[in-house]
């Protein structure tokens, strides 16, 4: 069998497996895990076959969806090398050579970097902001760390290209007055406009307990999401989660959470999900399992009538839970375990403002003469 039969081969297998677990009622994340593993496949199949060795060690460390991301990063640094190296128009990465890997050198990479401010493909042109750039260089940097390591390459040139500087960006977050505002306006569309407004009266339970959820528990979109029916325990006022990296996890919710969410479930026990998505809480008007971007999107339409100096994303959502949290209880280890930090260090980075500030307070309130 060719390398390319092989590739094959296990799309046509995936994409069956799919399809069977479709029919046999598999799990939101196993549909997704199983259909971000095809598109792997599919990519790799388009790049150097040296790199299925790396790609399957990195099988008990990564999840299918953080290897996905290395391989279109991946593939867009050997089409810059195949047009740099071969002066081919159409760029041929995928007869890139372990020889020519360890011909590599930092200037290259260097290049590369300059390259992904802005550059072309066929069917658009991108640009990469310091935040782009960086997360595609630490993929170049992990595999070239694979192959030294291995011994494959006498050189790893990648650990000489410094990471571009990033912005440290200030927390956006909505204000205690801001959040109620902005749930108030979620419950009534007071200020769609008129056709929003409409839609408002199809979907406003559902989008207030979404919202309210959201703010109340500080989850991911993708976590909420992958949200079913049977993940919801109105005794411990929990809700079950599958975190980013798949570990399961489950978040507590107060009674406004509560109530919003049995207003809701009336609504969702009339409902006719389409087959596969019986189970899904969150339903499409289509009556399909809710996606991220139309979250995303259904946030932003509510919170610029309420905050049109803020850009409020879901993220935001997120973010001004854990400053809430994190103001009422001082607690970074808490704020981290809450939010599913893996490390407390990403936590404290971004509330590190709001000691500073506390500090501030501090001093002011300490007198040293009267008057």
């Known amino acids: 069998m060719q390398c390319g039969d092989f590739f094959v081969f296990h799309v046509l297998y995936e994409e069956t497996a799919i399809f069977k677990g479709k029919l046999l009622g598999e799990s939101y994340q196993d549909k997704i895990k199983t259909e971000q593993t095809a598109k792997l496949r599919r990519k790799l199949g388009e790049l150097p076959p040296f790199l299925?060795?790396?790609?399957?060690?990195?099988?008990?460390?990564?999840?299918?969806?953080?290897?996905?991301?290395?391989?279109?990063?991946?593939?867009?640094?050997?089409?810059?090398?195949?047009?740099?190296?071969?002066?081919?128009?159409?760029?041929?990465?995928?007869?890139?050579?372990?020889?020519?890997?360890?011909?590599?050198?930092?200037?290259?990479?260097?290049?590369?970097?300059?390259?992904?401010?802005?550059?072309?493909?066929?069917?658009?042109?991108?640009?990469?902001?310091?935040?782009?750039?960086?997360?595609?260089?630490?993929?170049?940097?992990?595999?070239?760390?694979?192959?030294?390591?291995?011994?494959?390459?006498p050189a790893n040139p990648a650990e000489l290209v410094s990471f571009p500087k990033l912005r440290e960006k200030a927390i956006t977050a909505l204000e205690a007055d801001e959040i109620a505002r902005l749930i108030d306006e979620v419950e009534s569309g007071e200020h769609m406009p008129g056709r929003a407004k409409h839609y408002h009266k199809l979907t406003g339970t559902r989008d207030t307990a979404l919202v309210t959820l959201l703010l109340g528990t500080g989850m991911r979109v993708s976590e909420c999401v992958g949200i079913d029916l049977g993940h919801?325990?109105?005794?411990?006022?929990?809700?079950?989660?599958?975190?980013?990296?798949?570990?399961?996890?489950?978040?507590?919710?107060?009674?406004?959470?509560?109530?919003?969410?049995k207003k809701y479930l009336v609504e969702r026990s009339a409902a006719k999900p389409l087959a596969g998505?019986?189970?899904?809480?969150?339903?499409?008007?289509?009556?399909?399992?809710?996606?991220?971007?139309?979250?995303?999107?259904?946030?932003?339409?509510?919170?610029?009538?309420?905050?049109?100096?803020?850009?409020?994303?879901?993220?935001?959502?997120?973010?001004s839970f854990g400053t809430q949290?994190?103001?009422?209880?001082?607690?970074?280890?808490?704020?981290?375990?809450v939010l599913g930090h893996s490390d407390v260090n990403t936590t404290r980075k971004h509330y590190a403002k709001m000691d500073d500030a506390a500090r501030r307070r501090a001093a002011s309130a300490v007198r040293l003469r009267e008057g």
């Not at 339903?283 to 049109?308: C, E, F, W």
């Open 325 to 337: 949290l994190y103001k009422e209880t001082g607690d970074i280890y808490l704020v981290a375990n």
């Open 277 to 319: 998505h019986e189970n899904a809480l969150f339903l499409s008007m289509q009556n399909r399992r809710i996606t991220d971007r139309a979250i995303q999107n259904l946030v932003k339409k509510y919170a610029k009538t309420v905050t049109p100096l803020k850009k409020i994303s879901p993220h935001k959502l997120r973010s």
């Open 232 to 261: 919801l325990d109105f005794e411990l006022n929990g809700v079950k989660i599958t975190r980013k990296g798949g570990d399961e996890s489950i978040l507590y919710f107060n009674d406004e959470v509560e109530g919003a969410l």
């Open 52 to 153: 299925a060795e790396y790609f399957r060690s990195l099988n008990d460390q990564t999840s299918a969806r953080t290897r996905l991301g290395y391989a279109y990063d991946l593939s867009i640094f050997f089409d810059f090398m195949a047009l740099k190296n071969k002066d081919d128009a159409e760029g041929d990465s995928a007869s890139f050579t372990l020889e020519e890997l360890s011909k590599v050198t930092s200037e290259n990479i260097e290049e590369f970097m300059d390259y992904l401010t802005y550059y072309q493909t066929p069917e658009t042109s991108w640009h990469n902001d310091a935040r782009g750039k960086s997360r595609k260089l630490a993929a170049v940097r992990t595999m070239f760390r694979y192959f030294y390591k291995s011994k494959k390459i």
